[in-house]
């Protein structure tokens, strides 16, 4: 069983930026893949970003540049950097482990 626990959501302006974090904790090998997805209101869940064990990491196009993925703590830690945030970033972030566990999300929001 994996426990998955996203934090460093918030209220940011736009082009203003955030770090999420995301901890796993349970039978974690670093071997599987990790990453965020989010859902805004109205919307289907999407991904923004994974990292594999190996290193390789795959980003939306519409975050391409401005977000970065990494993953550290012998693959229990997470984290989304998040700069020049825009307002159609507004979103529920999610964590996967394996696209077999999710986190509870933590809400983003970029506004003026």
């Known amino acids: 069983q994996v426990h998955l626990v996203e934090s460093g959501g918030g209220l940011v302006q736009p082009g203003g930026s955030l770090r999420l974090s995301c901890v796993a904790s349970?039978?974690?090998?670093?071997?599987?893949?990790m990453g965020w997805y989010r859902q805004a209101p109205g919307k289907e869940r999407e991904l923004v970003a994974d990292?594999?064990?190996?290193?390789?990491?795959t980003y939306a196009d519409s975050v391409k540049g401005r977000f970065t993925i990494s993953r550290v703590n012998g693959g229990r830690t997470l984290y989304l950097q998040m700069n020049s945030l825009k307002p159609e970033d507004t979103a529920v972030y999610y964590c996967?482990?394996?696209?077999?566990?999710w986190g509870q999300g933590t809400q983003v929001t970029v506004s003026s």
């Open positions: 996967h482990y394996a696209f077999q566990y």
């Open positions: 349970g039978s974690i090998f670093s071997i599987d893949a």
């Open positions: 990292i594999t064990s190996y290193g390789s990491r």
